[in-house]
């Protein structure tokens, strides 16, 4: 493992005894069982792991949980496994998973509660910031690093270092700062070095390797561009304003510009930006790191960061992480085709959200907005059908979405913008107290977090919300 980088040469060190331990309890099976989380963190954490295994000749049987629950360890534990490696979960609940019986490595960002699994690689017990600094993917990808170096193949899993970006990237820790920090630094400068990755400063929008020009525009959300997100024609005319051509055999792409067309777009969103009266922090993150990976064809999902980790949030979403898995692991054929077709299911039940919320309505409180979708839009999506609906809603308070979850519990998801963190704002830590208090529970992160609650508890849980909110902002 690399000790050498400035500034994090401690960290790093004190993870890498940890890897190295994991590494050899691995070595030491002929099979394990994996279990992850069913997002872009964790399929990734999964696709990480699973290949390592594969190339060190370990059995492994694959799991997915939405949450690491007691349901949940007693499926694991049902198996009998002589080791569970967690990724991207399980810091958790390390006392419920030592009660079980299980032996385990825990590979994981999540603030640890309790303490006593031993083999548990985590940035928050180095003291670095799981939230920004290294993902869940991260975590498992310097587990694999270690394995690869046990077997007296260093470096030979360092190809992976494309899936832990993407994971993190998914998991949003590029988001506040408009770029890549802390461990997940040199996890990406170790997947230049192999060659899999590159990174550069461009227009932090989504969609730039399969998009139309336009449709990265109008579907932009934050950064927000007023009188442009959420509105195909004005894009369209600002684009034809700026000079620029908008196709040819096809609608061009950005990937499709040429320098000079870029500059002339960057240059105008400036512009128009500064008309809206955007901050300067506003028109700062217009632009950032954009992370590039090269074995990956151009012009697909799979070539840039933040569009693979949509296209594996859609495999997830809808029950079928086995898919999301095989392309991780470079399955370009059934499963690639069955993603994409998972992707555009994804893509329209969104449009069915959005137009949903558009006929209801958002409920304005005090300090925050809500909608409650019933079980109308699948509680999987509803926290992304709440982000996007900032295009039509208040940007001064953060959403709250409802949806009845297959259970019989209320799924809460709240989403807020950089903007709102800047003013305070840390949906994780409001979310997690106003759930604790009726009886649910919940976390996250400060700009996006999420809550299951029992179902007849809503009016007092926005009540709570909006008090902590309140709490938040005004100070």
């Given at each position: 493992m690399e000790t050498e980088k400035p500034g994090f040469g401690e960290e790093l060190a004190a993870l890498a005894r940890i890897c190295e331990k994991a590494a050899d309890a691995i070595r030491r099976q002929n099979e394990v069982v994996v279990a992850s989380h069913v997002d872009a963190d964790g399929l990734t954490s999964a696709g990480i792991i699973s290949a390592a295994l594969d190339r060190a000749n370990v059995e492994r049987q694959t799991l997915f949980f939405r949450q690491l629950d007691l349901p949940a360890l007693e499926t694991i534990a049902d198996l009998g496994p002589d080791l569970v490696i967690f990724?991207?979960?399980?810091?958790?609940?390390?006392?419920?998973?030592?009660?079980?019986?299980?032996?385990?490595?825990?590979?994981?960002?999540?603030?640890?509660?309790?303490?006593?699994?031993?083999?548990?690689?985590?940035?928050?017990?180095?003291?670095?910031?799981?939230?920004?600094?290294?993902?869940?993917?991260?975590?498992?990808?310097?587990?694999?690093?270690?394995?690869?170096?046990?077997?007296?193949?260093?470096?030979?899993?360092?190809?992976?270092?494309?899936?832990?970006?993407?994971?993190?990237?998914?998991?949003?820790?590029?988001?506040?700062?408009?770029?890549?920090?802390?461990l997940n630094r040199i996890v990406l400068d170790i997947g230049v070095d192999a060659g899999v990755l590159s990174f550069a400063r461009d227009l932090k929008f989504f969609g730039k390797q399969t998009r139309p020009v336009f449709k990265m525009l109008q579907f932009s959300q934050d950064p927000y561009i007023p009188g442009l997100s959420g509105n195909e024609d004005a894009c369209i005319v600002f684009l034809k304003e700026q000079g620029v051509r908008l196709r040819g055999e096809r609608w061009r792409r950005w990937i499709d510009m040429n320098p000079e067309e870029k500059a002339k777009i960057a240059s105008g969103l400036v512009r128009r930006g500064l008309r809206a009266g955007l901050s300067n922090a506003q028109l700062e993150r217009l632009v950032g790191e954009v992370y590039n990976l090269l074995t990956e064809q151009e012009g697909t999902e799979l070539r840039d960061a933040s569009e693979y980790s949509t296209l594996l949030n859609a495999t997830a979403r809808y029950g079928h992480s086995g898919v999301g898995l095989s392309v991780c692991l470079g399955d370009r054929g059934p499963a690639l085709e069955e993603a994409r077709r998972l992707l555009n299911e994804h893509r329209q039940n969104l449009v069915n959200g959005l137009k949903l919320v558009k006929d209801e309505g958002i409920v304005p409180l005090t300090y925050l907005q809500y909608f409650d979708a019933g079980d109308r839009i699948l509680d999987t999506i509803v926290g992304i059908v709440a982000g996007m609906s900032f295009q039509t809603a208040d940007r001064k308070k953060p959403i709250l979405a409802f949806a009845r979850s297959e259970d019989g519990k209320l799924k809460v998801s709240a989403r807020g913008t950089q903007d709102l963190v800047r003013s305070g704002l840390n949906l994780a830590e409001a979310l997690s107290e106003a759930a604790e208090k009726v009886g649910g529970v919940g976390g996250g992160h400060n700009v996006a977090a999420g809550a299951t609650i029992p179902l007849e508890s809503k009016v007092e849980f926005l009540e709570l919300m909006n008090a902590l909110v309140g709490l938040q902002l005004r100070s």
């Open positions: 990724t991207d979960l399980g810091s958790g609940m390390q006392s419920e998973i030592l009660e079980m019986g299980l032996s385990a490595v825990v590979a994981d960002h999540h603030r640890p509660q309790g303490s006593g699994i031993e083999l548990h690689i985590n940035p928050h017990l180095v003291g670095l910031d799981g939230a920004t600094e290294l993902s869940g993917s991260g975590s498992t990808f310097l587990l694999a690093r270690a394995m690869a170096k046990a077997s007296g193949h260093a470096g030979e899993n360092d190809d992976l270092s494309g899936l832990a970006i993407v994971g993190a990237v998914g998991d949003l820790q590029d988001m506040a700062s408009g770029r890549l920090l802390g």
